[in-house]
Nanobody, 114 residues
Framework: QVQLVESGGGLVQPGGSLRLSCAAS????????MRWYRQAPGKERELVGS????????LYLDSVKGRFTISRDNAKKMVYLQMNSLKSEDTAMYYC???????WGQGTHVTVAS
């Protein structure tokens, strides 16, 4: 069955970095674009960024441009979200999503605080 398992979240100080990972299985990963979303407490879920099947094109939420980078490894069926220069407003649950299947991972929590 389809699975998306996120990992890598945690507590980090402002200005720090985290790398989130999403392990995919149960579908043809290399044929699917992938997305990262986040949802902060009391707020709606928002699209953080997306990556095409080959990784040739990425798109980002304006507020994370220049700080976050999405990448993928089709051989490993993994998608990553490198987050640098983290801010308190980046605190949220982060989710991996495959739009072709409308399928969500369970999420990994990121807290940016001193």
């Amino acid at each position: 069955q389809v699975q998306l398992v996120e990992s890598g979240g945690g507590l980090v100080q402002p200005g720090g970095s985290l790398r989130l990972s999403c392990a995919a299985s149960g579908f043809t990963f290399s044929r699917c674009s992938m997305r990262w979303y986040r949802q902060a407490p009391g707020k709606e879920r928002e699209l953080v960024g997306s990556i095409t099947t080959t990784g040739s094109t990425t798109l980002y939420l304006d507020s994370v441009k220049g700080r976050f980078t999405i990448s993928r490894d089709n051989a490993k069926k993994m998608v990553y979200l490198q987050m640098n220069s983290l801010k308190s407003e980046d605190t949220a649950m982060y989710y991996c999503y495959v739009p072709n299947l409308s399928f969500w991972g369970q999420g990994t929590h990121v807290t940016v605080a001193s």
